[in-house]
Antibody, heavy 113, light 107 residues
Framework: EVQLVESGGALVQPGGSLRLSCATSGFTFSTYNMNWVRQAPGKGLEWVSHISSNGNTIYYADSVKGRFTISRDNAKNSLYLEMNSLRAEDTAIYYC??????WGQGTLVTVSS | EIVLTQSPGTLSLSPGERATLSCRASQSVSNNYLAWYQQKPGQAPRLLIHAASSRATGIPDRFSGSGSGTDFTLTISRLEPEDFAVYYCLQYGSSPFTFGPGTKVDI
């Protein structure tokens, strides 16, 4: 069974940092592209970042470029999102997704003083 | 950036009726890489359709997708009570990948 479990969400002050993790199982992680998608409270879905299966191709949404860093560890079957210089508008549930098929249940990031 | 526009914003229907949801792109979607998702409150999105018209694994055949280029449609042939939800389209043909604002299907 394919499973994706996000963790690392928390309440953080503006300007702070956070690292999200996505632990996966039930499939060969190293062969799939991965994405982070977020959803602000009561709002729609927003794509955040993409990383190819081997980590060589990375894309970011303009809203997070220069502040967020996506990475993966294929030996640990895990995906990460390093978030710096956090703003109130980064408050959202963050989902990891295997390509575009399977999604985790999300982890909540709240940026507030 | 490809902007996706979904219409209508809200669709008020009854069980058993047919639902037709539209997703229009500001420019052609590469390889027709257009997906449809269903999302219910408190849940992660669920993939219904990928590559414009391919049903995802386990999705009932009352859900169908069509279209190409810039105009895409999700059709639910006969609404079941569990189909009342928000539906999003996503283009994943070119970065930045973009979602539409969603269509709420309610009773």
């Amino acid at each position: 069974e394919v499973q994706l479990v996000e963790s690392g969400g928390a309440l953080v002050q503006p300007g702070g940092s956070l690292r999200l993790s996505c632990a996966t199982s039930g499939f060969t992680f190293s062969t799939y592209n991965m994405n982070w998608v977020r959803q602000a409270p009561g709002k729609g879905l927003e794509w955040v970042s993409h990383i190819s299966s081997n980590g060589n191709t990375i894309y970011y949404a303009d809203s997070v470029k220069g502040r967020f860093t996506i990475s993966r560890d294929n030996a640990k079957n895990s995906l990460y999102l390093e978030m710096n210089s956090l703003r109130a508008e980064d408050t959202a549930i963050y989902y990891c997704a295997r390509s575009w098929t399977y999604w985790g249940q999300g982890t909540l990031v709240t940026v507030s003083s | 950036e490809i902007v996706l526009t979904q219409s209508p914003g809200t669709l008020s229907l009854s069980p058993g009726e047919r639902a037709t949801l539209s997703c229009r792109a500001s420019q052609s979607v590469s390889n027709n890489y257009l997906a449809w998702y269903q999302q219910k409150p408190g849940q992660a999105p669920r993939l219904l359709i990928h590559a414009a018209s391919s049903r995802a694994t386990g999705i009932p055949d009352r859900f169908s997708g069509s279209g190409s280029g810039t105009d895409f449609t999700l059709t639910i042939s006969r609404l079941e009570p569990e189909d009342f939800a928000v539906y999003y389209c996503l283009q994943y043909g070119s970065s930045p990948f973009t979602f539409g604002p969603g269509t709420k299907v309610d009773i």
